[in-house]
């Protein structure tokens, strides 16, 4: 039952405790991954004196990088075969072609990309270590497939409604690893799985397909959104899993009250109507359906639907409402107890503890499988919550009360990662930044993607400049800020930091544009109406104009530090991951616990499943 490796390391590595012990070290003794990934922010970058770029890179790092674009730097750090640039030739032999080949690039190492400065080497081991320490994202193949992985399924039509192509595939994908797992749990443990428990199902895609053909499964749908249910009730119509409801009136009435209800308040709505919120008829408006008139409407679907918000991994309360659940087979006792799978595509933040948390305090939990996202949102076990870095995070009375708060359910959740030893203490901690640069997918990226978000966080970093000039809040002039070294009680000098957020698409067309749009936005804002007039009133498109020229220069570098940022982030995402499987290996009630790659990373970049078998 599962992979070969309970981890997707690299073959650098022997096995799973080689590669956590060396992942740990490299996270906690590298000075530059730990700059990159918590210790700088875009927000800052034209501001600090001496500028961030000249502080955190070597010279001949920015040398090299000066010379050549950024796709392409963007390509060595996410693509390039370093053996190029290796003076060492690899000690296995493969056949005389590739020999002639790899020794005619170790020949031809004289120049990269039509220019002659090469990588230097300390750059190609910071990328190297880097990818080694990253978990590989590749879906393994099966025993017995040599070339490709077997397709799943295709959705029918009916059931895809409402998704998009990444969506199909990452749904086809994940229904078909969930269902064979469940059927390897039955071949290979005393129980079998009677029903799947979906954490954060949204607009249930997931769960329709695994109640749809060719599966057939029970699905316990848990959601905290009563509007999400009710879209997810309206699809289950449409893919026939759910019979539309039919409402039968006295239309002579119902017309009647449609039209005082058009024209007059009423105080209070006649005794023998109610207020039927599952109508499908006028959704702007109360539907009045006749109480003894109301037919009754047989529920055949394999979905079940509990709103609840989940804070913990305790699922009392739902396994309950699922014994109520006819069983699928007349011969099986109807109080024989749930054996559920709890399973989730893409749960956000502490969502995927909860569901980890919950194989271990549930008895009828017999197995999770969880695809995370959103590591932004996970909050901090060991350490005060982290919003941005200090010198842009707002200070306000309830962060100073809550200043010294740590969560139990936040990360890491093993104990081998909250007490391991190092230089600054014990525990392994990543504030927001590195967070959410770990959602990022750099080797994703195309030249049209890039040059899209780039310009965008330079219009973001240069109006910080402007409005830090033009006193709306001071920056920072101290280059220790770069690290994050600031005392936290002493952070109201910052001023209230803004946070801007997406603009029409016309307002990217140009930085006056961009400014013009972020301003009349923040004037929008209570917070910051008086303060943006105050400062921003007055400026004139010259003003800004001369701004972008003094920094245009600059944009190739703010789009290095942040592809950098990027790039060693992925690290962030798999020790988060390792984290959590080391979780699961620490609990004497799980007999077996692992992570693979559940769909295509081109697909979709966020596709580890961390799954954990009980005893």
């Known amino acids: 039952m599962g992979p070969r490796n309970p981890l997707p390391f690299s073959s650098e590595f022997t096995d799973a405790e080689a590669y956590i012990d060396s992942l740990l070290s490299f996270v906690v003794s590298s000075s530059l991954f730990q700059t990159l990934c918590g210790g700088v922010h875009i927000l800052e970058f034209f501001i600090n004196e001496p500028d961030i770029y ?45 020999e002639n080949s ?37 879906v393994e193949l099966p025993d017995g497939c040599l070339q490709v992985t077997p397709a799943p399924p295709p959705l029918a039509r009916h059931v895809s409604v409402g998704m998009k192509p990444k969506k199909i595939h990452e749904v086809e994908h994940l229904a078909r690893y969930v269902t064979d797992l469940s059927i390897d749990i039955s071949s290979k443990t005393p129980y079998s799985i009677s029903h799947f428990v979906d954490f954060g199902s949204g607009q249930n895609y997931l769960g329709r397909a695994l109640a749809s ?24 119509v449409t893919a026939k899993l759910a019979k539309k409801q039919v409402v039968m009136r006295n239309k002579k009435e119902y017309r009647r009250e449609e039209h005082r209800v058009d024209t007059v308040n009423i105080p209070s709505w006649p005794q023998k109507f109610r207020v039927c919120n599952d109508s499908p008829s006028r959704s702007d408006s109360k539907v009045l359906t006749c109480a003894d008139e109301e037919s009754k409407v047989k529920n055949e679907s394999n979905i079940q639907y509990v709103q609840t918000i989940i804070q913990n991994g305790d ?23 749930p054996h559920l799978m709890v399973i989730s595509l893409h749960s956000c933040g502490n969502l995927l503890h909860h569901g980890l948390r919950s194989l271990i305090l549930n008895p009828s939990v017999k197995a999770v499988a969880m695809v995370g996202c959103c590591y932004n949102l996970i909050t901090e076990r060991l350490s005060p919550p982290t919003y941005k870095l200090p010198s842009l995070r707002l200070c306000t009375p309830r962060l100073e009360q809550t200043s010294s708060a740590c969560d139990p359910h936040g990360f890491p959740m093993s104990e081998r990662l909250a007490h391991y030893q190092h230089a600054h203490g014990p525990g392994i901690r990543f504030n927001i930044t590195p967070r959410m640069m770990a959602v990022q ?55 209230h930091p803004i946070v801007i957020g997406s603009l029409r698409k016309a307002c990217y067309a140009s930085f006056q544009s961009y400014v013009r749009g972020a301003v009349a936005k923040l ?77 295509e990373y081109k697909q979709s970049p966020r596709n580890f499943v961390v799954v954990g078998i009980k005893r």
């Open 54 to 98: 000249s502080t955190i890179l070597p010279l001949d790092w920015r040398v090299f990088f000066a010379l050549h674009d950024i796709s392409d730097i963007i390509d060595l750090l996410t693509r390039e075969n370093l053996d190029l640039f290796s003076s060492k030739p690899k000690d296995d032999e493969g056949d005389a072609t590739e």
């Open 102 to 138: 790899q020794s005619k690039s170790r020949e031809n190492r004289s120049e990269w990309r039509g220019n002659s400065t090469l990588p230097p080497p300390s750059l190609v081991e910071y990328i190297r270590l880097i990818r080694i320490h990253n978990l590989n994202r590749e």
């Open 441 to 495: 997918a750099p080797q994703n990226w195309t030249e049209t993607d890039c040059e899209s978000f780039f310009t965008r966080h330079f219009y973001r970093a240069l109006l910080q400049k402007i409005l830090v000039d033009r006193g709306f809040f001071e920056g920072n002039k101290n280059s220790d800020d770069i690290m994050g070294r600031h005392d936290p009680q002493k952070l109201s000098r910052a001023g």
């Open 315 to 337: 699922l009392s309360l739902v396994v309950d409402k699922v014994k109520s659940i006819p069983q699928q087979s007349q011969s099986q006792q109807s109080n024989t107890k």
């Open 213 to 236: 053909q060719p599966y057939c499964r029970r699905v316990v749908a848990i959601e905290s959104k009563s509007s999400n249910i009710d879209g997810a009730r309206g699809m289950d």
């Open 523 to 599: 004037k929008d804002a209570p917070l910051h109406r008086e303060q943006v007039t105050r400062c921003m009133a007055d400026i004139s498109n010259e003003e800004i104009a001369r701004y972008e020229d003094a920094y245009r220069e600059r944009k190739k570098e703010l789009s290095v530090v942040w592809s950098l940022m990027a790039f060693s982030a992925t690290v962030v995402e798999s020790v988060i991951v390792v984290d959590r499987w080391q979780y699961l290996r620490e609990q004497q009630e799980v007999r077996d616990c692992w992570v693979e790659a559940a769909f």
